[in-house]
Every structure is written in C-alpha cells, then in structure tokens.
Nanobody, 122 residues
Framework: VQLQASGGGLVQAGGSLRLSCAAS????????MGWFRQAPGKERAFVAA????????HYADSVKGRFTISRDDAKNTVYLQMNNLKPEDTAVYYC????????????????WGQGTLVTVSS
C-alpha cells in the first residue's frame, strides 16, 4: 500500500487545515488508519486514528475537540480536519496504515506516507 499525504501549509493560529491521505495499491478498508506528527527534535507522536471496524476513533489529548479524523473508503482516502490550530501543532504530519496492533504505537504500523508539513504562526 502506498500512502500520499497532502494538505499541509502555513496557517495562523486559530485557523484550520484539512489533511488528506490517499492510498493506492490496496484498500484502506482493510486497515486501521492513523495520523502522527513529528516536530523538530522530537519523536513521532500519535495524533488520531480511525479503526477499520465501526469507524471508532481515538485522539491524543492535545488535539481532542479540535481535530477530527474520518475515512472515505470509496475514495480510499483518510482525512484529518484540524481546527483552532495552535503554534504547538507545527510539525510534519504522517499518515499510516495498521493491520493489527496498537493504533497509538507507531511501531505497529505497516505502511507510512511521506509526510506533509503544517506550520502554525502565532
């Protein structure tokens, strides 16, 4: 499965962005899908995930209430709607696909996209 993340950019604090993760070479319906982010000098951190059954979702406490993950299996795409962005949300955002394991653990993911940079100015 190949994942292509897009939608990053520069936005002012309080603004919104929507990230997309388009998959090819496989169906995302077979996977749980997650978003992680990595700020300069920091490890990759869990942001959000959506399960492959019942569409249940999980969020990091730092983004709960501001970010929404969704999936469109027909378009083979996962989205991350980010509202009320803060400077501390600045990072490279990666989407990943997981067949089994812990969705909050990056080590359990099977496939990764290339990342898209989000910069939030104060």
């Amino acid at each position: 499965v190949q994942l292509q993340a897009s939608g990053g950019g520069l936005v002012q604090a309080g603004g919104s962005l929507r990230l997309s993760c388009a998959a090819s070479g496989g169906r995302i319906s077979a996977y749980g899908m997650g978003w992680f982010r990595q700020a300069p000098g920091k490890e990759r951190a869990f942001v959000a995930a959506i399960m492959w059954t019942h569409d249940s979702t999980h969020y990091a406490d730092s983004v709960k209430g501001r970010f929404t993950i969704s999936r469109d299996d027909a378009k083979n795409t996962v989205y991350l709607q980010m509202n009320n962005l803060k400077p501390e949300d600045t990072a490279v955002y990666y989407c990943g696909a997981i067949a089994a394991g812990t969705v909050r653990d990056a080590n359990d993911y099977d496939y990764w996209g290339q990342g898209t940079l989000v910069t939030v100015s104060s």
